[in-house]
């Protein structure tokens, strides 16, 4: 069947050539609006100029041409999430709503979240543990492992204790071959024929998983509507979804209305993409750096050792673990970019050096800022004592601060900067203190920690951690 469908592509694709060419042969046709010019900026500083001070200029981000393509082939239907929809009242209806009921410190301070982190962390250990004696010295693959016990926590975060293990496994495979397929995806519109099949194969793949996750997350979205609402305890935010009313039209003042199943399966994989693929990546990263850095890795041990500690330890009472994780995420920001499309006039007087009078698509290279000689000493030095009270960033954080030049994005910053950020740093802190706690970690016999970065959807480790593990009792 899939070979038939390639090939009325083809064959479609040839007789579209034949005609465009005798068409535009005998009559020229006005030409298409020219695409925005894409411009990079690596300068904190000019980031921090237009992403901070100039908000509201640089709110919206680009539609992205396969989302446009996906759409077509679903039957034109293209559903916003909080990342794409443009700045307006559907993005701030969304947003308010993700950050007050679900991400918001305080909900996360309700108690919740930790026994959901305990019992995560505690199959981690389990799965990371070497086979055989506690003692024993075993290599292990990483990635999957962390991936799988992040997930469980995203999961029960959006649905409650309503999905069970396996419903969670399954739903975790599908939305990781979903990130997979969208960092395989480069559109490239003069490309030759082979390649657009390809393309057009890709895109089909990842429609396949999409078709898939639906499938799964449906049923899940029905029971909860059925379910009766509890008072207390955790509100999951699916049910944050089903309640809220988005506004009909482009202004505030329009009439309400409540989201679709389809839209809230979108918003859904995002929450579940967002929120596993980036503390994913960045765990790894950083437990790559402490098994190449055996000083780093006792120097934070000390710090961790004893009783799991509570939220608030975590967050304000252990200062090198902090320090570990801002160097992780300064030196491999897992999204190496934030896009914005930015109006000519927007743009004028604050990307010196864009072009002029036209629209712009501007990538902030967030990996490249935090490796700025101009401000960070050493940058390719995995030191976390910069980020310690005397070191050259003692007050940077995760975050840029507004009066404050920014020298590091790693969550991005203006009116999108990412919402995760305090669930992020608390799951970071969680995960990474009880592995080190657990484990001795160390470089596969023989081996070299290749710290490789590969750029797609994230920015990955393109050898994947692959460590000697040995329990402490
Ligand atoms: C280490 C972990 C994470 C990193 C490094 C990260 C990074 C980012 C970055 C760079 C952006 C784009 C910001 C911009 O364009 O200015 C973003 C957006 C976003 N992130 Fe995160 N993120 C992480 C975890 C999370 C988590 C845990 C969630 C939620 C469960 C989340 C949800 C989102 C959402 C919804 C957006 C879109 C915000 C908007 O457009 O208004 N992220 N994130």
Redesign the pocket.
């Known amino acids: 069947m899939e070979l038939l469908l390639l090939l009325a592509v083809v064959l479609l694709g040839f007789f579209a050539s034949i005609r465009r060419r005798s068409y535009s042969a005998s009559r020229r046709a006005p030409a298409p609006p020219a695409p925005p010019a894409v411009h990079r900026v690596r300068d904190p500083d000019v980031a921090h100029r237009a992403?901070v001070e100039d908000a509201d200029g640089f709110s919206t981000?680009p539609v992205m041409p396969f989302f446009v393509n996906l759409a077509k082939m679903r039957g034109g239907r293209r559903n916003e999430?909080?990342?794409t929809v443009p700045h307006g009242p559907h993005?701030r209806a969304l947003?308010c709503n993700?950050t007050a009921e679900t991400?918001h410190p305080s909900r996360l301070g309700l108690g919740y979240l930790e026994p959901l982190q305990r019992e995560a962390i505690q199959d981690l250990v389990a799965a990371l543990q070497p086979a055989g004696a506690v003692h024993a010295a075993g290599e292990q693959l990483i990635r999957d492992h962390i991936r799988s016990a992040v997930f469980r926590v995203?999961a029960r975060?959006c649905f409650g204790d309503s999905v069970d293990e396996c419903h969670v496994r399954d739903i975790c495979c599908q939305v990781h071959g979903m990130q997979v397929a969208i960092g395989e995806i480069k559109p490239s519109p003069r490309s030759s024929m082979l390649a657009k099949l390809a393309h057009w194969r890709r895109q089909r793949r990842l429609l396949a998983f999409q078709g898939r996750v639906n499938d799964l997350c449906l049923p899940l979205i029905g029971a909860r509507r059925r379910r009766p609402r509890e008072d207390g305890g955790l509100r999951p935010y699916i049910d944050t979804l089903i309640d809220l009313r988005v506004p009909e039209g482009d202004t505030e003042h329009d009439g309400r209305r409540a989201l679709r199943d389809d839209e809230m399966v979108d918003l859904v994989l995002?929450?579940f993409g967002?929120?596993t693929g980036?503390?994913t990546v960045?765990l790894e990263w950083t437990l790559a750096h402490l098994v190449a850095q055996p000083d780093v890795q006792e120097k934070l041990r000390r710090e961790v050792d004893g009783d799991a500690p509570s939220r608030s330890q975590l967050m304000r009472g252990m200062p090198y673990l902090h320090a570990v994780i801002l160097e992780s995420?300064r030196m491999h920001?897992?999204?190496p970019m934030?896009?914005?499309h930015v109006q000519a006039d927007a743009a004028a007087g604050v990307l010196v050096g864009a072009p002029a009078n036209t629209d712009l698509i501007v990538l902030f290279m967030?990996g490249d800022m935090g490796r700025d000689s101009k401000k960070w000493k050493d940058p390719n030095e995995f030191r976390p004592e910069r980020f310690l009270p005397g070191g050259e960033a003692e007050s940077v954080g995760p975050l840029p601060r507004r009066k404050e030049t920014s020298r590091m994005?790693?969550?991005?910053?203006?009116?999108?900067?990412?919402?995760?950020?305090g669930?992020?740093m608390l799951?970071?802190k969680c995960f990474l203190a009880a592995l080190v706690r657990e484990f001795h970690w160390a470089a596969p016999t023989d081996a070299v920690i290749d710290l490789t970065e590969l750029d797609g959807f994230l920015k990955t480790m393109k050898k994947p951690l692959s460590a000697r593990l040995t329990r402490r009792t």
């Open positions: 992403l981000r999430n909080i990342s993005w947003r993700i991400l995203i975060l995002e929450f967002a929120g980036s503390v960045c995420l920001p897992p999204t934030a896009l914005r967030l994005m790693p969550f991005g910053a203006g009116h999108r900067f990412c919402p995760g950020v669930l992020a799951m970071l």
